[in-house]
């Protein structure tokens, strides 16, 4: 059983069939990179993980727990799944350090205290240790989706999900945001990254999964995905990307 | 539930302060002896037979009204509504009787059982005091003339307008009627001659113009069928105040020696303008008073209102959404007047009970403003980005939590400025509830002007109060925003 098992999922919003069956598992520690084309489905099916998304049909299964079931308590499961978004949404009426707090304490995970060391352990992973006061809105791009990161990690995850973080950032400020998933990636943490940085994907993933469509058409190591890609359609996109 | 539950205890805690300060502001003449206290309705421009005067209710209808009572030995409280909301209020069994210069026509008997007439009247018609053209009805051909609406007066010129060929001008009250004339808007007026000799003896500028016609004179009113043992002590203890000398008493003491019939238009000296404006300030200041209670006390309650039915609307319940969209669709579609009279005469005649007009008024504004509240706080809801909720709820919060620690404190930094604009708007509505005699700011310049005919000067210091205080409240809530934008 691996940590997330995807199974049959199908989701459409009214008659437009976005993900046509979808078939995935991700182990204990591996890191998935989800690619394909604007439209594929591959934000779609992240977001499905954490149930953002109500699946139409199929199951999502997290740690054991059943997300498709709608007597599984979700807010419990999501304490266990991180997720950082394109556009990073942190609270900009919170500072930088409640914003990574905020949730443990909310949850009575850890006291104010505690939380608050573990907050500023985090932010100097990510290398903001001097801007636990600031508040959102004077930070930088590249630096809100570090914040973002942190939050996300606050709660102890067992898995994160990515959900294109690199896309709405300037250029130079990319690096920073993959050198952290990279850490993160070197530490063991079981990850799902939906990205259109084929470079860190070649880099990082152990698996890289290919969407067009709402189906996956193609996965497997990267050297595989990118070096000798199988189907038509993965070859075409590679060759617009690369 | 809990937001029913809490539904519930705002609306009793809205009756609870409703009657407290029912109980306050009525002008309740207690009489010695048992029994029930019945509820008289009055007119509140009406003068000699019912005006305010150093804020208390004076006039022959009300010394009259007092005479006998206390030769009855019962017990009422006035409730000066203006003449039409009382016609309205005794039709809705709002109030036991009526005493307001009403007089006995056939067509309104068939709604009302009268007393004895208690004073012979007749209309006369009355023009500028520098006019000199017109001097009979043939002189009226293709002028305007001024009436109030539901009067005697009106009765007779709408007799004649078509044999003399003038139009008819309607009015709420005696004093914009007098003012159309005098300044000239329309060239006569047509009011029961005590009436208008005591305007005249107050200063303003008319003279009478014609004879008084013989009119249907004066009656207290009940509603058919209904109160029959007031109707007949008012008519034993009217018997007894004619027989003691006390009426012709009452009477001469605002009419003087004039008897009707009798030419009395010499106007008392003026009053300086200074005069005018300090007599009115304690009057408007307590009026003033009011209309911040009512907007403060609406205000709440439509805040309520609002976060109930706002969060409805955003809720992932179809059901509650469409209860909340019913909700504002009624009470934002319904014009605010129209809402006040519905609630104030309508369900209480429907329905046979007696609401307290404070009541009245403040659930007509607190509803209106609670729609306009409820779509504040959804438009401010919903501005949030979406992606908050979902970095909230993807922490693991509830959707509660996420909502009351994420969204809430952002959206009400949206919602602050539309907040200062409905506390203002409902502020100023409050006015409109003088409509059903509710009394504060607008409602007592018009009991004021109802006395004194200084519309000018009064109606402009309203004016000057309601601009000085939402001014203030204005620069304070902006200081507010200001501050919680920075922070």
Known sequence: MGKVQISNLKKSYGSNEVLK???????????????????????????????????????????????????????????????????????????????????????????????????????????????????????????????????????????????????????????????????????GMTMMIVTHEMGFAREVADRVVFMDGGYIVEEGEPEQVFGSPKHERTISFLEKVL | MKKSRFMWLSMAFLLFFAVCAGNLSQTATAQAGEGKTYSIGTDVTFAPFEFQQDGKYVGIDLDLMAAIAKDQNFKYEIRPLGFNAAVQGLQSNQLDGMIAGMSITDERKQTFDFSEPYYESGVVMAVRQDNTEVKSYEDLRGQRVAVKTGTE????????????????????????????????????????????????????????????????????????????????????????????????????????????????????????????????????????????????????????????????????????????????????????????????????????????????AVLALSLNAGAYVTEIIRGGIQSIDKGQLEAARSLGLSHRTAMIKVIIPQAVKVMIPSFINQLVITLKDTSIMSAIGLIELTQSGKLIVANNYQSTVIYGMVAIMYLIVITILTKIADSIERRTRRG
């Open chain 2, 153 to 360: 007066g009106y009765n007779f010129a709408n007799s004649i307008k078509d044999k003399y060929g003038f139009t008819l001008v309607p009015f709420d009250d005696s004093v914009q009627m007098y003012e159309e004339v005098t300044t000239g808007n329309s060239v006569a007026c047509f009011e029961d001659f005590p009436v208008v000799a005591y305007a005249i003896q107050k200063g303003v500028q008319l003279k009478t113009a014609t004879e008084k016609e013989s009119g249907a004179p004066y009656g207290f009113a009940v509603n058919k069928g209904e109160n029959q043992e007031l109707l007949q002590m008012f008519n034993k203890g009217l018997a007894n105040v004619k027989a003691s000398g006390e009426y012709d008493q009452i009477v001469s003491k605002y009419l003087g020696s004039t008897k009707p019939g009798e030419e009395s238009t010499t106007p008392s000296a003026p009053v300086s303008k200074w005069k005018i404006v300090s007599d009115a300030i304690p009057a408007l200041l307590k009026g003033l008073g009011m209309t911040l209670m009512y907007t403060i006390i609406s205000l709440f309650f439509a805040f309520i209102l609002g976060l109930i039915f706002g969060f409805m609307k955003v809720s992932p319940s179809k059901t509650a959404r469409a209860i909340a969209t019913v909700f504002v669709d009624i009470f934002r579609g319904i014009p605010l007047l129209v809402l006040g009279l519905f609630i104030y005469f309508g369900i209480p005649g429907a329905l046979g009970f007696k609401m307290p007009l404070i009541v009245a």
């Open chain 1, 21 to 187: 069956d979808i078939n995935m598992k991700i182990d204990e520690g591996e890191v998935v990179c989800v690619i394909g084309p604007s439209g594929s489905g591959k934000s779609t099916l992240l977001r499905c993980v954490n149930k953002l998304e109500e699946v139409t049909a199929g199951e999502v299964i997290v740690d054991d727990y059943n997300i498709s079931d709608p007597k599984t308590d979700i807010n419990k499961v999501r304490e266990n799944i991180g997720m950082v978004f394109q556009h990073f949404n942190l609270f900009p009426h919170m500072s930088v350090l409640k914003n990574i707090t905020f949730a443990p304490v909310e949850l009575k995970k850890q006291s104010e205290k505690e939380a608050r060391e573990t907050a500023l352990k985090l932010l100097d992973r990510v290398g903001l240790a001097d801007k636990a006061d600031a508040f959102p809105g004077s930070l930088s791009g590249g630096q809100k989706q570090r914040v973002a990161i942190a939050r996300a990690l606050a709660m102890n995850p067992d898995v994160m999900l990515f959900d294109e973080p690199t896309s709405a950032l300037d250029p130079e400020m990319v690096g920073e945001v993959l050198g952290v998933m990279k850490d993160l990636a070197s530490e």
